[in-house]
């Protein structure tokens, strides 16, 4: 089944403390995402990546980092999270050429105390 | 600000009746897309409507383009409470930027049993 898979589903966590949200899609796809979802802003992206080794900012990138070393895997680094990273991120993923339907991973919740 | 605003915010409507989000945009686009998200869930791709196209169907969906007034609609005809959820309009503008999609902040439709 075509997949995108995000781990960890839900997580609360302290200020501070190093975390990584996997993320991984078994369609051979080049180009993934990722997104924040906040009440009333809608989805922005944090950083996506077009091949392997190839990243670049969204909109909202401060305070985050990722990495794609294998063209299935592109996980999400926050390395001293903070309260206002609070939030539902969003994988995803899509072949190219950009602008085609992306393929979502059904998020990761969160919670930064 | 966001390329694709969608309006209304929020819609409630009874069962059986026909339900119509509309999306405007900014800039030239290559494609409109609209996704669908149940609470809680990653986005659903439903339709895309390519800048030459001005209707399209699927199913009980129609998307209609206007690029003259950089807008689009999406109609959901005899609905169902199932398809209760957030749409969102995403739109792949014709810029030598990288950026694939910029979503809109989406609207909440309710329906009615």
């Known amino acids: 089944e075509a997949q995108v898979t995000q781990n960890p589903r839900y997580l609360i966590t302290v200020t501070g403390k190093k975390l990584t949200v996997t993320c991984s899609q078994n369609?051979?796809?080049?180009?993934m995402s990722w997104y924040r979802q906040d009440p009333g802003l809608g989805l922005r992206q944090i950083y996506y990546?077009?091949?392997?080794?190839?990243?670049d900012k969204g909109d909202v990138p401060e305070g985050y980092k990722v990495s794609r070393k294998e063209k299935r895997n592109f996980p999400l680094i926050l390395e001293s999270p903070s309260p206002n990273q609070t939030s539902l991120y969003f994988c995803?993923?899509?072949?190219?050429?950009?602008?085609?339907?992306?393929?979502f991973g059904d998020g990761t919740r969160l919670s930064i105390l | 600000s966001q390329q694709g605003e969608e309006d209304p915010q929020a819609l409630s409507i009874q069962e059986g009746e026909n339900a119509t989000m509309n999306c405007s945009y900014k800039?030239?686009?290559?494609?409109l897309q609209w996704y669908r998200q149940n609470s809680g869930r990653g986005l659903v791709h439903l339709i895309l409507?390519?800048?030459?196209?001005r209707e399209k169907h699927s199913g009980r969906l129609r998307v209609t383009l206007d690029t003259s007034k950089k807008s689009s609609s999406l109609l959901i005809t005899a609905s169902r409470a199932a398809d209760t959820a957030s749409y969102f309009c995403?739109?792949?503008?014709?810029?030598?930027?990288?950026?694939?999609?910029?979503f809109g902040s989406g609207t909440r439709l309710q329906v009615q049993p």
């Open positions: 995803a993923s899509s072949p190219l050429p950009r602008g085609q339907p992306q393929h």
């Open positions: 369609m051979n796809h080049e180009y």
């Open positions: 990546s077009m091949n392997v080794e190839v990243t």
């Open positions: 800039t030239s686009i290559n494609n």
């Open positions: 409507i390519r800048s030459n196209e």
């Open positions: 995403a739109t792949s503008v014709s810029d030598t930027g990288r950026r694939a999609l910029t």
